[in-house]
């Protein structure tokens, strides 16, 4: 049996070895936008790195904390930006994908509780392939440079 701390060297180990088992991405960044209490919708955003061999193609997600979870992106269409739900999101192999403000994100729709700051909210990525992978994205504000 391992100590605990044995066990999150070996964890944190296994994030630089190429494993089978390995989750198919590194996630980066992750967090959850704070928004007002009473809001239905929240966004998260994050890095997603892949450093696999092949592409991974992200699907779809899923949040307790949301009854719905969407891939959106936003696209300018003739000078107006548009927020519009995506198939899919792919991470090239070695390459990254960012959900960012103004990008790729995840919209959280029909939040089942009020986001908390600095509370995690647990998301599952899924991907093309069948596999899943979960995270914890914190609740953060988001500065807007718009006052």
Same mark, same amino acid.
């Given at each position: 049996?391992?100590?605990?701390? !044995? @066990? @999150?060297?070996?964890?944190?180990?296994?994030?630089?070895?190429?494993?089978? /088992?390995?989750?198919? @991405?590194?996630? *980066?960044?992750?967090?959850?936008?704070?928004?007002?209490?009473?809001?239905?919708?929240?966004? =998260?955003?994050?890095?997603?790195?892949?450093?696999?061999?092949? %592409?991974?193609?992200?699907? =779809?997600?899923? !949040?307790?904390?949301?009854?719905?979870? %969407?891939?959106?992106?936003?696209?300018?269409?003739?000078?107006?930006?548009?927020?519009?739900?995506?198939?899919?999101?792919?991470?090239?192999?070695?390459? !990254?994908?960012?959900?960012?403000?103004?990008?790729?994100?995840?919209?959280?729709?029909?939040?089942?509780?009020?986001?908390?700051?600095?509370?995690? /909210? %647990?998301? *599952?990525?899924?991907? *093309?392939?069948?596999?899943?992978?979960?995270?914890?994205?914190?609740?953060?504000?988001?500065?807007?440079?718009?006052?």
């Amino acid at each position: 049996m391992m100590s605990p701390r !044995s @066990l @999150l060297t070996a964890v944190s180990l296994s994030l630089i070895s190429f494993v089978a /088992v390995a989750d198919p @991405l590194v996630v *980066e960044n992750a967090h959850v936008r704070a928004v007002p209490p009473g809001s239905s919708t929240s966004a =998260a955003f994050m890095t997603l790195r892949n450093p696999g061999e092949r %592409e991974v193609v992200l699907v =779809a997600a899923e !949040s307790p904390a949301a009854e719905v979870a %969407e891939l959106h992106d936003h696209q300018n269409v003739d000078g107006v930006m548009q927020m519009r739900q995506v198939p899919q999101i792919v991470v090239p192999a070695g390459g !990254s994908a960012a959900l960012a403000p103004g990008g790729l994100h995840m919209m959280l729709i029909g939040l089942t509780a009020p986001l908390q700051e600095g509370e995690p /909210v %647990e998301i *599952e990525l899924r991907f *093309e392939t069948g596999e899943a992978q979960r995270i914890e994205a914190p609740v953060k504000r988001i500065m807007n440079h718009d006052h």
